[in-house]
């Protein structure tokens, strides 16, 4: 039982960041039909520059509170990670609206090695570690563990996860959004900027890869200029499992991805007497991945992209 709950709360951990991201692929997906293979470089991206950020205001201030450091530098990681969002539609993606399809995907792979170079330039090949401005302080619930930055990070994502849904809903951007989504060609008619309307989606996807970049690193205490790369897989799958363009089923794969990583990683590990488990979480996620993609390709809540007129 102790294990249940112990992997659970990892698992919801994981997932709340795994749906973050997902939830940039899906918008994008929705609206466009473009995987932006690029968006896991903007969460390491968003990861690395919170972290030189919060590096420097250490350095350079003394006396300041370890959580207004920390939201300084998450701060900082979102509006440039926005402004790589909005420059990654504008100038590679705009371009290519009216292109096939593969000379768009080729295009955001191609993205994505040249952000992660980039970022292995600035800040070279070593793990960067996470600065100390977390006081981790642990809480025994049922028999498991868990600390106080698990639950502000499942907390903060439940918060932006339920206020992206009301955007989506509630407000003109958003109903701007879905139309948009339905047919680009339809809303322009209607007098909706579909230009604005894609570049608002890549910024608020940027926006959320950004805070999962910092809490991926601050949970695992470490960052790399590769980190994206695994992190984003595992997203994009999510959001296949959930249904891509789904904005609710990213949440949901997230969060099936997530705990299904951790129970099987932690209950294969514990009957295989450690041989196998956390190293093999990644075959467990992808394997359910492949189940779900024979069984029910469209994903657990089926996509709701209305077909391009």
Not at 144 to 165: F, H, K, Y
Not at 181 to 209: D, H, K, P, Y
Request: net charge neutral.
């Amino acid at each position: 039982m102790d294990i249940f709950g112990q992997q659970l709360i990892n698992g919801l951990v994981l997932g709340s960041i795994y749906a973050l991201v997902a939830l940039g692929y899906t918008m994008v997906y929705g609206i466009l039909e473009l995987i932006n293979f690029a968006h896991g470089e903007v969460t390491m991206l968003g990861a690395m520059i919170g972290i030189a950020f919060m590096d420097a205001m250490l350095t350079s201030t003394t006396g300041v509170p370890g959580l207004a450091v920390l939201a300084a530098g998450l701060a900082a990681s979102i509006a440039v990670c926005m402004g790589i969002g909005f420059s990654l539609e504008r100038v590679a993606y705009r371009p290519l609206r009216q292109a096939p399809r593969l000379a768009a995907l080729i295009t955001a792979i191609g993205m994505s090695i040249v952000l992660q170079n980039v970022a292995m330039l600035i800040w070279g090949k070593q793990y960067i570690n996470f600065p100390p401005v977390v006081t981790l302080e642990k809480y025994n619930v049922g028999g498991a563990i868990i600390t106080n930055l698990q639950i502000a990070i499942v907390i903060l994502s439940c918060l932006l996860m339920m206020g992206l849904l009301a955007l989506v809903r509630f407000t003109s951007l958003g109903r701007a959004m879905r139309a948009t989504a339905q047919s680009t060609e339809t809303a322009s008619l209607m007098g909706i900027n579909v230009n604005r309307v894609i570049s608002a989606t890549f910024i608020i996807g940027a926006s959320l890869a950004a805070v999962a970049g910092v809490m991926n690193a601050a949970y695992y205490g470490i960052a790399h200029y590769t980190m994206g790369f695994t992190l984003g897989l595992k997203a994009f799958s999510a959001a296949v499992l959930g249904g891509i363009g789904n904005i609710p089923g990213a949440m949901l794969g997230g969060l099936l991805l997530g705990l299904i990583e951790s129970l099987g990683a932690g209950y294969l590990g514990q009957l295989t007497g450690g041989f196998l488990g956390s190293h093999y979480q990644d075959v467990i996620a992808f394997f359910v991945l492949i189940l779900v993609l024979v069984l029910r390709p469209s994903g657990l809540l089926g996509e709701r992209v209305g077909e391009r007129s």
